[in-house]
């Protein structure tokens, strides 16, 4: 789909875009008291807060609704910090646009819903309001492209992402597993549409946030959404993620922004390795090329004996030598096994081909 795109914010030069604020509205009290030491900070493009939260289960504090709006409505007056928060049905569009929010964003949850979106889109029609779409719960690509889409279709061209992480079954270190590839996949596809880090959802805690957000930077990401609360210890959701404003003020001195792209001279330097890498990656693949014809030749060799596909011995003996192998060179176990099960399920497919065929 062919689309012309603006920017939702246009950042200070030499700095990213900076969205921070609570995870949610709670008194009207925590929200200007977080927004006057956000100002202070002088850093701040958007201040964000909850003001409807899409909770697990009822009975967790579901948002102050619309009374909330009213106290953005007057962080903008006090402090001219510009205002976002949430929608997932049309009257929250409705209640956005008549208390002149400047940004809205549609969260995890709705973006993994195609009906509450185009609901969302229908009540957006008509307006210019810039908006945001978080990645959906899931790592479906799709749904979020589909978000996208159904936004623009509505009118919207002020359209961004929020990079959030996706929910993991199994055990690991953040709360939303970043999965990077997925998202530098969109900014592929998309290459127009800026894209924030959510850091604070994608850590569920306090002491990784720094580091993810220096990731995104490395990655040329426009900048970050950050969830900050003036006594985050007490905040009435994702306490565990949340920082103080001053906390925050630290977090940014020590970021450090990449250049999107080399000058003349530094890029020779990097077509010269990047040279080199094609070289290695013509050939890996002419490599595993031949590796999948002598599977095959295994594959052919089985047929005529009717023995199975897989031995399980075999296979875990290729894992854990090469797993050491690769350690050797420096690589990951992560990557090891991730690239050997690439690997060997292709040669599974090849011999299965064989197998079936000679049957
Ligand atoms: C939030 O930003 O507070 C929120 C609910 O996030 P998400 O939609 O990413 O879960
Ligand atoms: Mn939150």
Same mark, same amino acid.
């Given at each position: 789909?062919?689309?012309?795109?603006?920017?939702?914010?246009?950042?200070?030069?030499?700095?990213?875009?900076?969205?921070?604020?609570?995870?949610?509205?709670?008194?009207?009290?925590?929200?200007?008291?977080?927004?006057?030491?956000?100002?202070?900070?002088?850093?701040?493009?958007?201040?964000?807060?909850?003001?409807?939260?899409?909770?697990?289960?009822?009975?967790?504090?579901?948002?102050?609704?619309?009374?909330?709006?009213?106290?953005?409505?007057?962080?903008?007056?006090?402090?001219?910090?510009?205002?976002?928060?949430?929608?997932? %049905?049309?009257?929250?569009?409705?209640?956005?646009?008549?208390?002149?929010?400047?940004?809205?964003?549609?969260?995890?949850?709705?973006?993994?819903?195609?009906?509450?979106?185009?609901?969302?889109?229908?009540?957006?029609?008509?307006?210019?309001?810039?908006?945001?779409?978080?990645?959906?719960? #899931?790592?479906?690509?799709?749904?979020?492209?589909?978000?996208?889409?159904?936004?623009?279709?509505?009118?919207?061209?002020?359209?961004?992402?929020?990079?959030?992480?996706?929910?993991?079954?199994?055990?690991?270190?953040?709360?939303?597993?970043?999965?990077?590839?997925?998202? =530098?996949?969109?900014?592929?596809?998309?290459? +127009?549409?800026?894209?924030?880090?959510?850091?604070?959802? =994608?850590?569920?805690?306090?002491?990784?946030?720094?580091?993810?957000?220096?990731?995104?930077? #490395?990655? #040329?990401?426009?900048?970050?959404?950050?969830?900050?609360?003036?006594?985050?210890?007490?905040?009435?959701?994702?306490?565990?993620?949340?920082?103080?404003?001053?906390?925050?003020?630290?977090?940014?001195?020590?970021?450090?922004?990449?250049?999107?792209?080399?000058?003349?001279?530094?890029?020779?330097?990097?077509?010269?390795?990047?040279?080199?890498?094609? +070289?290695?990656?013509?050939?890996?693949?002419?490599?595993?090329?031949?590796?999948? %014809?002598?599977?095959?030749?295994?594959?052919?060799?089985?047929? +005529?004996? #009717?023995?199975?596909?897989?031995?399980?011995?075999?296979?875990?003996?290729?894992?854990?030598?090469?797993?050491?192998?690769?350690?050797?060179?420096?690589?990951?176990?992560?990557?090891?096994?991730?690239?050997?099960?690439?690997?060997?399920?292709?040669?599974?497919?090849?011999?299965?081909?064989?197998?079936? %065929?000679?049957?």
């Amino acid at each position: 789909m062919e689309m012309k795109i603006d920017k939702v914010i246009e950042p200070t030069p030499g700095r990213g875009i900076v969205i921070a604020g609570p995870c949610s509205a709670e008194t009207e009290g925590q929200v200007m008291q977080c927004a006057k030491d956000l100002a202070k900070l002088n850093q701040v493009d958007l201040f964000r807060s909850g003001i409807w939260k899409p909770r697990t289960r009822p009975g967790s504090f579901e948002g102050v609704g619309k009374e909330g709006l009213q106290w953005l409505k007057r962080v903008k007056e006090e402090t001219g910090l510009k205002t976002t928060t949430e929608v997932a %049905k049309a009257s929250h569009v409705y209640d956005c646009l008549k208390a002149g929010i400047d940004v809205v964003w549609l969260g995890a949850r709705t973006t993994v819903n195609p009906f509450s979106v185009q609901e969302v889109a229908d009540a957006l029609n008509g307006t210019d309001i810039p908006v945001m779409i978080k990645n959906p719960i #899931n790592p479906d690509l799709g749904l979020w492209i589909g978000a996208v889409e159904r936004i623009y279709k509505a009118g919207i061209t002020k359209i961004g992402l929020i990079h959030r992480g996706f929910s993991y079954h199994g055990e690991t270190v953040y709360r939303n597993v970043p999965r990077w590839q997925m998202a =530098i996949e969109m900014k592929r596809r998309f290459p +127009e549409l800026q894209m924030v880090v959510d850091n604070s959802h =994608i850590c569920g805690n306090r002491h990784m946030l720094a580091e993810v957000a220096q990731e995104a930077l #490395n990655l #040329n990401y426009d900048g970050l959404m950050t969830e900050v609360h003036p006594r985050p210890d007490e905040a009435w959701s994702d306490a565990a993620q949340q920082i103080t404003p001053a906390v925050f003020g630290e977090l940014l001195e020590g970021l450090r922004l990449r250049k999107p792209s080399a000058n003349e001279v530094e890029m020779e330097r990097l077509t010269e390795l990047r040279r080199q890498i094609d +070289e290695i990656d013509s050939d890996l693949i002419g490599m595993i090329g031949r590796r999948m %014809k002598l599977a095959d030749q295994i594959g052919h060799f089985k047929a +005529e004996r #009717n023995i199975a596909v897989l031995q399980e011995s075999r296979w875990d003996e290729v894992l854990k030598e090469a797993s050491q192998r690769g350690k050797d060179h420096g690589l990951s176990e992560e990557f090891m096994h991730g690239y050997l099960r690439a690997i060997h399920q292709e040669s599974i497919d090849h011999q299965d081909a064989i197998v079936n %065929k000679a049957q």
